[in-house]
Antibody, heavy 121, light 112 residues
């Protein structure tokens, strides 16, 4: 059974870079027609899509975060990663990794358990 | 950005009674491929969101038949025919027609 486990530092200082990993078990990160992504959730903004990376390497980012965010796949570690630069308190949230494969392919919609990130000095 | 607006924001329902949640988008979610990219998720307390309905009206694997989705264009509805205790949580509609993917504010369902 495919599972995602997000991890990273729970506390990041303002202006630094937030780096999160999402370890994939029960499946390969390198599969065709898999669409990986990150979503965050805060009381202020609710659920907020951060961006996605497709199996073919194409990336799509939220316009408001595009200048600060990088999403990538590490096939050697079977991991998805998120880097968010120059963080502020507004980046404090629970961060979820997720995998989607449309119904006509594998019919997958899996979210990791969420990892809490606090931006504070 | 496409804005998703849900009503009501909270709902208190007696077990066995129906419930209905509305979701409106600021532009049509109908793609030129003929598909409508509107989804419904449930986030149970302390859990990650889970997919209930994809493309307006299709129940995802394992979703009970008491859940149904309907609508078209910009107006969509999620209905629960008979609410069960397990249905407690926050329901979100979301669109994937256009980047950025956007979510509704969420509708909190409580059991009376």
């Amino acid at each position: 059974q495919l599972q995602l486990q997000a991890s990273g530092p729970g506390l990041v200082k303002p202006s630094e870079t937030l780096s999160l990993s999402c370890t994939v078990s029960g499946g390969s990160i390198n599969s065709n027609n898999y669409y990986w992504g990150w979503v965050r959730q805060s009381p202020e903004k609710g659920l907020e899509w951060i961006g996605s990376i497709y199996y073919n390497g194409n990336t799509y980012y939220h316009p408001s975060l595009k200048s600060r965010v990088t999403i990538s796949l590490d096939t050697s570690k079977n991991q998805l990663s998120l880097k968010l630069r120059s963080v502020t308190a507004r980046d404090t949230a629970v961060y979820y990794c997720r995998l989607i494969s449309p119904i006509e392919y594998y019919g997958i919609d899996v979210w990791g358990q969420g990892t809490t990130v606090t931006v504070s000095s | 950005d496409i804005v998703m607006m849900q009503t009501p924001l909270s709902l208190s329902v007696t077990p066995g009674q129906p419930a209905s949640i509305s979701c409106k988008s600021t532009q049509s979610l109908l793609h030129s491929d003929g598909r409508t990219y509107l989804y419904w998720y449930l986030q149970r307390p302390g859990q990650s969101p889970q997919l209930l309905i994809y493309e307006v009206s299709n129940r995802f694997f394992g979703v009970p038949t008491r859940f149904s989705g309907s609508g078209s264009g910009t107006d969509f509805t999620l209905k629960i025919s008979r609410v069960a205790a397990d249905d407690v949580g926050v329901y979100y509609c979301t669109q994937t027609l256009q980047v950025p993917v956007t979510f509704g504010q969420g509708t909190r369902l409580e059991i009376e």
